[in-house]
């Protein structure tokens, strides 16, 4: 059941690279709106499981509260001006690896023309609605590590795991874990980790490829670097991809 999660590795990466660009603060925002929206414009963090898992991360990256109240407001439709809405765009890499984009944007036609022209100019190609969603599963995903000085067996670690509403459980490369549970149960999932004797360093919510796609090395650099420029567009909130 476990292994080293590629994919993992290079998400995490890119956003340790997003916050180094000073770009963390307006994605984390988005998030946060995007969670309000979607959870039937709900801004109490106690009724809206993916609101709390936006606002705890972004506390992690110490944004202020002032910004995290101005997020949410305009989730609920009441912080001013014109009210962006979330769009998916799914499209390829080069080597055939699949790319979803998820957006907030008050020009859907324009985030649209972005995306198109930044996956034409990397060797990439944009599709329509469907093209290849269905080869991620939307999960969430834990990133933990056993907190206490008594070690147990690998084998004692995942049952325990499997125990506290893990699905899939991965070494992230550092001696902890990326566990991958029920999207709509990630939060519980987090407190039970965190009562057992768990550090957890970041819960989200994730759309994790069913089979991670190989791609020859000159195909994935190309990948690795369209999937970056496309991180970096402003109305970008998250790239997810399927290469390993």
């Known amino acids: 059941m476990s292994g080293h999660s590629k994919w993992a590795t290079i998400h995490r990466q890119k956003g340790v690279k997003d916050a180094k660009r000073g770009a963390i603060f307006t994605k984390l925002a988005g998030a946060i709106s995007i969670a309000v929206k979607s959870g039937g414009g709900i801004g109490d963090i106690n009724q809206n499981f993916r609101l709390r898992l936006a606002v705890d991360r972004a506390k992690q990256f110490n944004m202020p509260k002032d910004n995290i109240q101005r997020a949410i407001d305009k989730g ?42 930044t996956l034409d100019k990397g060797g990439g190609s944009l599709g329509s609605s469907g093209a290849v969603g269905y080869l991620f599963d939307h999960k969430g995903m ?78 994935r650099l190309k990948a690795e670097k369209l999937a970056e420029q496309l991180a970096e567009l402003d109305d970008v909130t998250n790239v997810w991809t399927n290469y390993a």
């Open 76 to 117: 609920l439709g009441t912080g001013g001006g014109e009210q962006p809405v979330e769009a998916v765009f799914e499209g390829f890499l080069p080597g055939g690896a699949a790319v979803v984009v998820e957006t907030l944007t008050n020009n859907k036609l324009r985030t649209s023309q972005q995306i198109r022209t």
């Open 142 to 219: 834990i990133s933990c590590r056993w907190a206490d000085r008594t070690p147990k067996t690998h084998e004692a670690q995942e049952l325990e795991l499997i125990d506290l509403g893990a699905l899939e459980i991965e070494e992230d490369g550092e001696g902890g874990y990326l566990i991958f549970c029920d999207r709509d149960k990630t939060y519980n999932v987090k407190e039970k980790l965190t009562s057992s004797g768990y550090v957890v360093n970041s819960a989200e919510l994730v759309m994790k490829p069913e089979s991670p796609v190989e791609l020859p090395p000159d195909s």
